[in-house]
């Protein structure tokens, strides 16, 4: 079955834009995990969903939101670009909300460039 | 919070040696997961790990889990080119809540 899928792969924005990106999780996974990577920061959580609800949120500013629709895709956005956004957006995927016990595939991610 | 640490930082070795990586937890590790990661690229996961003392293989990679479940070590037997990457542990907190990673240990495999 097809993996978890995340558009679009490569993208540049101007400081102060905003962002959609898209993941779609394996088919029958209804949590979705998103992340942020830099090299100085490593991966870093940024929020969670599960049946359309938001679970987790990292530590990170209110710039940066989700939503996950009834088919369990979701997106996630940052407005009012800042160059530190600059990252790889990785999104997870896994059967369930528990982390215990339940494997969590994740996407090939979206490399953000701010300028 | 839960904080994972991971040694060495980087390593580059021989093709056809073996090496390990440690993956340590500053609390008890309920679930931890090994991911490898090529540049720019998304996360394969390898192994998963929940019980004191469990061991998993797939193909040359040997992952362990102590048993007071507060380190890990990722085990790789006659290493290849292709085995070159960025390795992360990934764990929950006991909660199964929160998952948080470790900062990765970069191999380089010499031919």
């Known amino acids: 079955k097809a993996g978890v899928t995340q558009t679009p792969r490569y993208l540049i924005k101007t400081r102060g834009q905003q962002v959609t990106l898209s993941c779609s999780p394996i088919?029958?996974?209804?949590?979705v995990s998103w992340y942020q990577q830099t090299p100085g920061q490593g991966l870093q959580f940024l929020f969670e969903?599960?049946?359309?609800?938001?679970?987790n949120k990292g530590n990170f500013p209110g710039r940066f939101s989700g939503r996950q629709f009834s088919n369990s895709r979701s997106e996630m956005n940052v407005s009012t670009l800042e160059l530190g956004d600059s990252a790889l957006y990785l999104c997870?995927?896994?059967?369930?909300?528990?982390?215990?016990?339940?494997?969590?595939?994740f996407g090939e991610g979206s490399w953000l460039t701010v300028v | 919070s839960q904080e994972l640490e991971q040694s060495p930082q980087s390593l580059i070795v021989q093709e056809g040696k073996n090496l390990t990586i440690n993956c340590t937890s500053s609390?008890?590790?309920?679930?931890l997961y090994w991911y490898k990661q090529k540049y720019g690229e998304g996360l394969i996961f390898l192994m998963m790990?929940?019980?004191?003392?469990e061991e998993k293989s797939h193909e040359k990679i040997t992952a362990k889990l102590d048993e007071k479940k507060q380190q890990s070590s990722l085990h790789i037997t006659a290493s290849q080119p292709s085995h070159a990457g960025i390795y992360l542990c990934?764990?929950?907190?006991?909660?199964?809540?929160?998952?948080?990673f470790g900062p990765g240990t970069r191999l380089s495999v010499l031919p």
């Open positions: 969903y599960f049946s359309e609800t938001q679970r």
């Open positions: 790990l929940q019980k004191g003392g």
């Open positions: 997870a995927s896994s059967l369930d909300h528990r982390r215990l016990g339940n494997t969590i595939y």
């Open positions: 990934g764990a929950a907190d006991n909660y199964g809540q929160n998952f948080v």
């Open positions: 088919s029958g996974h209804r949590s």
């Open positions: 609390k008890t590790l309920y679930g």
